[in-house]
């Protein structure tokens, strides 16, 4: 996340691309998909993130902290929204 993307169609595409994989898996509502789904989603929020604190925050030493921070947070939404999606 520290690192800047030198190349915008990389991520660009990449960003969209998981934004389309999130269209089929709300549609569904099987295991697998609910995996897909949880994974797709923060996934494409880390990619938006990591390119606003890219674009936006200029210092090093706070984008690679807030970086951290923001990866640490996205795990700990990523593993509730796990388990949220298991219970019954």
Partial sequence: MTRINKEPLTHWLLQRSTAILLIPTFLSATPSSLIVL????????????????????????????????????ILIAMKDFFILLLLP
């Fill in 38 to 73: 949880n994974i797709a989603m923060f996934w494409h929020a880390h990619i938006g993130i990591s390119e606003i604190l890219a674009d936006y925050v200029h210092n090093s030493v706070t984008r690679v902290f807030v970086g951290t921070l923001i990866q640490v947070v």
